[in-house]
């Protein structure tokens, strides 16, 4: 038998977080179809890994990639850090179903401008992302506000009867297409004013379809444990599991309260699925809200429609050069986009090792001077945090990028390297591979990873990508709370 692909002499850390074994690796027809001493086998291409780690393509649970996997469909950002599969549609956003009476509204227009919204069936999106053949697979979420956007004149206010009739009618047309499950932005404006009520009657249509809620929570201010219960009671209500957007404990006045945070999520798991995703740095990156500027901590203009020039720049720097205050100069610089120093390292990695988070970039494409998770997010866990810090064990890393967000959002037979799954896999030096972009120069490759396969086909090899696209896009399958049973 000759297969495609052989992967000898490899560190195996399959993704279930268990230790590394040693093995060869054989793929034909783009799964994985042996694993062991496979000496004798012989295929078109083989490969020496040498003893580096084969592990799952990682999966990026928290992306803003919706139109860009499209546009851009080599998605060298997310595949030269080993991610084989982006799930979009995060924090109430999505690119489908949308129909735009003129630009898109605050914060959608991070997803890019009116040209990009295509898109006015999730259907059509799916098409769309299947001709595309992007680098990498695709599986998506309905926005909350992309859906009030479609049928309210005035977002500043909650929806009608009416209007949520009409709401629910397209989330469960885009469930019967595939859609993973309803997200929320709850804290950008043009969703603040959503009642908890509107979204529980949203949320209802998630339990016939075994649909997940997630949610970028109301607040991560300081009512962040307020508006966990929030998003726990409509969880609860919808018979539904809850992943919580990039948790974390935002501003200098809600420093060191993890603990707190984590329990209130602990506390929720004993009787209802719930998990979370969290990115690895302590500032985070959106539009530019002119509730969040504070000289407590710093803000750099990530982007501006009228001041485009300022990208890059610090907002202190910015409001002195003009000599007025932060908040005239943000006013000034609107719309705009921003990275915010906002949060603790101490937080962020107490929330990181919690069994209960998964990995995601939350890395916005469209920005011109991106935030460094962009490029950096996965080999940052597995280099900084893991073998630096020492945070946790590489194998418990890996999980945390592939079989525990594969089991969360039913991603059949991915995430784990299994014999019969797909052969989303890559390859990766443990001692060299860390993250390079940072906040000077965000926009650079990571170093050590050697090889990255999607659906059996390497597509990026010793730092370069090859230009082959075998992406495809990922229909939700089955009950996602299964996945939260498999993995308590």
């Not at 605050?106 to 898109?119: I, R």
């Not at 992406?471 to 993995?487: H, I, K």
């Amino acid at each position: 038998m000759l297969y495609d692909t052989l992967i000898r002499n490899a560190l195996v850390i399959d993704g279930s977080d268990t230790p590394g074994y040693r093995a060869d690796v054989a793929i034909r027809g783009g799964r994985i179809e042996r694993i062991g001493e496979l000496h004798e086998a012989r295929a078109r291409e083989e490969i020496d890994a040498a003893g580096r780690v084969l592990a799952p393509g990682f999966i990026d649970v928290h992306t803003h990639d919706d139109t860009v996997v499209i546009r851009q469909p080599q998605m060298l950002p997310k595949l030269s850090q080993g991610v084989t599969t982006v799930i979009v549609g995060n924090c109430g956003i999505s690119a489908s179903p949308v129909s735009l009476r003129g630009d898109p509204p605050d914060p959608m227009n991070l997803l890019g401008t009116a040209q990009a919204f295509a898109y006015p069936r999730f259907a059509d999106y799916r098409d769309a992302v299947e001709a595309a053949t992007p680098a990498v697979n695709v599986a998506a979420l309905v926005g909350h506000t992309a859906l009030r956007s479609n049928h309210m004149d005035d977002l500043l206010r909650t929806a009608s009867v009416g209007e949520i009739t009409v709401m629910r009618q397209q989330l469960r047309e885009s469930l019967e297409d595939g859609a993973l499950g309803l997200s929320t932005g709850l804290a950008y404006a043009n969703a603040f004013c959503a009642a908890t009520d509107e979204v529980m009657q949203l949320s209802e249509e998630l339990a016939a379809f075994g649909a997940v809620y997630t949610t970028h929570l109301r607040s991560e201010f300081e009512p962040v444990l307020e508006a966990m219960d929030e998003a726990f009671q409509i969880g609860r209500h919808a018979q539904s599991p809850v992943i919580i957007s990039h948790l974390k404990c935002a501003g200098a006045g809600n420093w060191g309260r993890s603990p707190q945070v984590l329990a209130a999520l602990e506390s929720a798991a004993q009787n209802h699925p719930v998990g979370c995703d969290c990115y690895p740095y302590a500032a985070s990156s959106s539009t530019l809200d002119l509730k969040q500027v504070t000289d407590a901590h710093r803000i750099t203009i990530t982007w501006s429609t009228p001041h485009p020039h300022m990208g890059g720049r610090d907002l202190t720097d910015i409001a002195a050069g003009w000599g007025v205050s932060l908040l005239e100069a943000a006013r000034r610089l609107q719309p705009a986009g921003a990275v915010y120093y906002g949060m603790d390292e101490s937080d962020v990695r107490r929330i990181l090792a919690h069994p209960l988070s998964m990995v995601g970039s939350d890395g916005l494409p469209e920005d011109p001077f991106p935030h460094p998770r962009l490029w950096g997010a996965f080999p940052r866990v597995l280099g900084h945090f893991s073998r630096d810090v020492g945070l946790f064990p590489l194998h418990t890393a890996v999980h945390k990028m592939t079989g525990l967000s594969a089991a969360r959002f039913g991603l059949k037979d991915r995430g784990e390297i299994r014999e019969g799954h797909w052969a989303d896999l890559v390859l990766f030096n443990p001692k060299t591979v860390r993250d390079v972009a940072d906040f000077n120069t965000p926009q650079r490759a990571a170093e050590g990873i050697d090889g990255v396969w999607v659906n059996g086909v390497l597509s990026y090899r010793e730092g370069r990508a090859n230009g082959k696209r075998e992406g495809r896009f990922l229909a939700r399958e089955g009950d996602l709370r299964r996945g939260f049973q498999s993995t308590e």
